[in-house]
């Protein structure tokens, strides 16, 4: 069984999901919206690494620190949120003091650019895993969900996609750093830049649908198409591709730009004949568009089972 049904026919059940609190937002999107008060919700959401699955184990500390809290903040920033406060779960192979030191530098790093404090967590010995699960406030009934998109909104994502993917050879050392490059791309896979003022930005200017990229814009846009019920037609071409992708990867780069993972930039859908502010905080292209064909997803025409093979499967 893959990811996403065992979540929707194990876990996604009444028994489960309201046997107590009130949700507004439940299972099924970046995060989960807890009513909080007349103004505000509480924006909720975990995410776990695991050494080699979701980072190299003998990676420097200090950027496992940071990757590890940016990858959960970009989940907030998906929903326009303002992130408040973290909890930390920790699985360790050993105390390794020096390790561990550094790895709370890496975390705290980014703990101050985000501006979320480290609330409590959980320290256990076992593989290196870690879980960070994240919490802010978004006004209410204003975030931005992936269910949203309407057909003929305008499809955007921000900054470059596939740097992050390209860089895997690198961080795994099966390719050693020769080009300015290819440093480029293993410092976006190590340090990615959660887009926190972006998701407040396009919730304040009505943006209609938001998703954060972990596994790929592909594959990350079919849950918008998938929750608002609408199909896409993208062009190829608008896919915002870096020089150093295009320098490093050459006629990759678009199949990396496209099915790649691990970018963290966002991935939403704007109304058609709406000009966007230029005071937009990251540079956002226009991919294509939403239409009324439910989950029919096309890029130049053809289906986009033609340029990814489909998502990261953990089964
Ligand atoms: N074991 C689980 N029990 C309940 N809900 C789950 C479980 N695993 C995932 N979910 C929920 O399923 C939805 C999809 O999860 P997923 O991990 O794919 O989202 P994501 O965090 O945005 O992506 P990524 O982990 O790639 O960053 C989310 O709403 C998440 O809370
Ligand atoms: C060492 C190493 N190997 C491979 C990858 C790529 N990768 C692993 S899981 C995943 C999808 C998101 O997973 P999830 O849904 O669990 O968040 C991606 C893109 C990586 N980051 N590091
Ligand atoms: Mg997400």
Sequence with gaps: MD??????????????????????????????????????????SIDTLVADVHFPAGGDPFLIGYRSLAVSVSDLAAMGATPHSFFLALTLPEADTKWLEQFSNGLAAMAKEAGISLAGGDTTCGPLTISVHVQGFVPKG??????????????????????????????????????????????????????????????????TAAIDISDGLAGDLGHILKASGCGAE????????????????????????????????LCFCWPAGKAIPSDIPVTARNLGFMTDRSEQFLIDGQDVSNFCAGSYRHF
């Design 234 to 265: 993208l062009n190829s071409s608008r896919v915002p591709i870096s020089p150093e992708l295009k320098e490093t990867c050459g006629e990759w780069a678009l199949d990396k730009a496209l099915c790649g993972g691990d970018d963290y930039e």
């Design 142 to 207: 204003r975030a931005l969900m992936r269910s949203g998109g309407k057909p003929g909104d305008l499809i955007y994502v921000s900054g470059h996609t596939g740097e992050a993917c390209a860089a895997l050879p690198y961080i795994l050392n099966q390719r050693a750093v020769t080009t300015k490059a290819e440093q480029k791309l293993v410092d976006r896979y190590w340090q990615p830049t959660p887009r926190i003022k972006l998701g407040q930005w396009l919730l304040e200017h009505g943006a």
């Design 3 to 44: 990811e996403f049904s065992l979540i929707r026919t194990i876990f996604q059940r009444p028994e489960l999901t309201t046997a107590g609190g009130q949700l507004d937002m439940g299972i099924g999107d970046d995060c989960a919206l807890v009513p909080l008060s007349s103004e505000h919700q509480l924006v909720q």
